[in-house]
């Protein structure tokens, strides 16, 4: 097992080159948020637009859209229960179930739409979903983002069972081949055949949408350093539970929404430290 240090974060946040434009940065769509759940795809959105996402747009149900445009107007609403072909269409990056709740229809329509150059994360109650459903994976470029519990429902390997050899023979019946973020304490990514640790981070991070913000994050990054989705995954995971354990140097929970605010800051301290590294 591989374990994780701030060398992924110097090597793939770079300075952006001057001439480029929003379009150049991800446009990312985010698909969730029931009446019940839509702090979920705020969290999300708040996530993607602080770590550089160019263009944000929220499927989401309508009830939620003012709150989201309350803390976020740089993002845009959609309703999630019309049809979302054309918007899937122009993403990048689809991150799909973040308080999506009990909508199958709207999980399956885009499992349908996606193509095979597009990232597509799934998180939240898309997993549920699809482990319920046993639905089968589209072809795309896939993050699967489940916490122990998620993943058990999804592997059928028990959370006491969850060993590395365990996960990694279960991922290996997934077609096609996902990247798996088993989100705990010391978060695994698991790869088709490495497996990486975490070992920052800590139970000030066990708040409700801690695991959204860092879907949204993973949405940001892999939309914006294209070079690798496994890099751009690893550096969103790092970057998610450093920024945390930063602030829990002076309080005794982090929140969500405090670790996207932290994102921007983070983010530049790191393109230039690699400047200054030159
Ligand atoms: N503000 C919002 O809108 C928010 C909306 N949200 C949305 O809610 C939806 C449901 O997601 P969910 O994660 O809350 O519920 P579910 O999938 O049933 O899992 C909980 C079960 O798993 C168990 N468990 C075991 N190990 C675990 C672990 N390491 N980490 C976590 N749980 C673990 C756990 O055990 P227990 O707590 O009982 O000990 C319990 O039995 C989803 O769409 C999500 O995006 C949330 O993001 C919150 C903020
Ligand atoms: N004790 C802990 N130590 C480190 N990280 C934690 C701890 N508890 C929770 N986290 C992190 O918080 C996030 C929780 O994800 P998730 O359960 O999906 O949250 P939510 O669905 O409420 O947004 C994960 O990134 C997980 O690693
Ligand atoms: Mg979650």
Redesign the pocket.
Known sequence: MHKLTQEILEQTITKRANATHKGDYGRILII???E????????NALAAVNSGSGLVTVATHPSNFTALHSHLPEAMVTDYTQDLTAFITKADVVLI?????EQLAILTATLNSVRSDQILIL??????LLAEHQLDLPDARIVLTP????W??LSQIE?AEQTPAKNLAALATFKPSPILVL???QTEIYTADQVFQLTIGGPYQ?T?????TL?GMIAGFSGQFRTSLEQAVLAAVYAHSAIADDLARERYVVLPTQISAEIPKLMHDYANKKLTNL
Do not use: C, F, N, P
């Open positions: 969730g948020g029931t019940q759940y839509g702090g979920a795809v705020i969290m179930g973040s308080g999506l709740g998180d939240g109650s898309a997993l549920t916490h122990e519990m998620e058990q429902r959370i989100k705990k304490y066990a409700g949408g801690m695991g959204d879907a």
